[in-house]
């Protein structure tokens, strides 16, 4: 489906939502394209290059409607390597420790990395004579209409004006070297480097510059970590702490979970993510539930707003093997201990530490 692996893990195929194996994501520094997840809240629109259009409005001097050749033409290309992240990636971490109804049981793939291709933001909103104020929001309108969303709506969300204005916010319509795919986001998407999933805006038609965040379900009431206790169905917008960086965090990729393995030598792998503009300072691996730790090796990075990949090599005793293993960035944090302590009803951020069981023979 939508020209994805044969070994994706499909959670829904209307509106379509699916994962890689941990084994596809392993190892690489940008996932293909065929591998990438696909995180969607309604049906896939089809639009065209020619029929496509983006209306940039609001708090702007010269409002501007932008064709595709317009937009591909008059601004500069820049490529970033960034990782997407869903705020639901890890999710089943939660479901261990209580039911989460309505959403999908995202497993450790609601992750990837691309090489995105486009103009920055920044030069478009500057074209519009943007209002230079740091308190402004800049929201994304597209046109798939989601009916999970309460009144039914199309998808949107929005960024703080000074995100908007970094370079690495893109306004994309490259992808690994490819034509957005419509599944993605084409012919163009916003791309926000270091935030949610959510806030990458797939075929984006409007901008608007404004005082407040976006007013869309996606934005004031969806993505929002509710308080343990609250009902999610009776949440009010603006209810709960809004998202926006993504949090730190990490997976083992390989082996496979459960895997088992012989025993000798072997090497464990994985990636860890910082949010926002921080970065993976190290990733610790623990084999006694946390009590001790060593560190693991660090591969060469390409891209400050790409996954760290990390590996770490041993000699496996036959017997149960319990790996557990957490990420520090370069503010000195580092990622909670267990799912519980973060449990929310909407089961948003399980950046918890990372384990993974094999049965060493
Ligand atoms: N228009 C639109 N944009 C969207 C979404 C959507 O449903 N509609 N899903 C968001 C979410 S929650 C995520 S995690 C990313 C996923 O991007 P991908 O499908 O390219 O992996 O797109 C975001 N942008
Ligand atoms: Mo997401």
Redesign the pocket.
Known sequence: MWDKRPDTIVHEES?FNAEPARSALCGRDVTPVDT???????PI?EITKDDWQLRITGLVTTPLALSFAELTGRFDTHAVIAT??????RRTGFNQVRDIPGEDPWGPG?T?TAEWRGARLRDVLQAAGVQDDPSLHVA?G???V?DLATPVQ????SIPLPKAMSEEVLLAWG?NCEPLPR???GPV??VVPGF?????????TSITVQPEPSDNF?QSRA?RILPADADPDTAKPGDGISLSSVALNCDVLAPEDGATVPAGPMTLHGYALAGDDRTVERVDVSFDGGSTWTQAALEPTHSKWGWQLWSFALCAAPGPLHVTVRAWDSTGSTQPESAATLWNPKGYANNSWATANFDVT
């Open positions: 509106p990438f997840y696909s995180r969607n809240h309604g629109p997407l992240q869903c705020a639901g990636n609601a990837s994304f597209a046109p798939d989601s199309p998808y949107g969300g992808m599944v993605h986001g998407r916003v949610i999933g959510a806030r990458s805006v797939k075929w984006i996606f993505y």
